[in-house]
């Protein structure tokens, strides 16, 4: 029973740090939402792939979580995502990129070159540390009918988030669960063996 009650206290524990984390996410999003920013969990940003620049890689509708790094930190083949000033009816406008990273240089100060999988030439723009948002760590499968559900991508990426905690969540409580079945079975067959084997009486001496 001692087992039962510690394998309860981290059910209960997990129960609660996973709704603390889905707490944290939901202000995350409130405030991205507000701020007009990329929501941001733990140093983790949540985004919706709307280009086909990294196609097949990276389908027009995918999420991709993207870990904060710096530029020191990447490799060739790594797949980031930064900001990059780009020209839209003659005016310079602010966008955000995810591309592979296909040369690094260091010979005269650390020089990244990128490029998306399904276009024919690198990028032509120079990226920095402050420009730079992370590394892409974890994709989900495209999501077209998601965003077409939504025109406020902030909330998609919200209930995609939702949906996977709440997941994860009932994932962990199943293993627990069994797990405490799993050793109160192993502790009432233990208990039943020794009931049933008793030590050797001593025969008495004439």
Known sequence: MKLKK???????????ISLFLLAVTSISFVQAQKNKTIPNVFGF???FVTTPSM????PVGSVIIVRQDRLNQLNEQDIITF???????TVPTDVVVTHRVIEID????????TKGDNNDLADTWTITDEELIGR???????MKFLMALASDKTLVLFIVVVVIALFALSEGMNLIRDLTRSRLEKEISSRRENVHTSPDEEKPTE
Do not use: R
């Not at 510690?6 to 609660?16: K, P, R, V």
């Not at 260091?106 to 070159?113: A, N, P, V, Y």
């Open 83 to 89: 900001h990059a000033t780009i020209l839209i009816n």
């Open 45 to 47: 940003y949540f985004m």
């Open 55 to 58: 196609e097949p890689t990276l």
């Open 6 to 16: 510690i394998l309860n206290g981290f059910a209960i524990a997990f129960t609660l």
């Open 136 to 142: 892409v760590v974890l994709t989900l499968p495209a």
């Open 106 to 113: 260091d010979s005269d100060g650390l020089q990244i070159t």
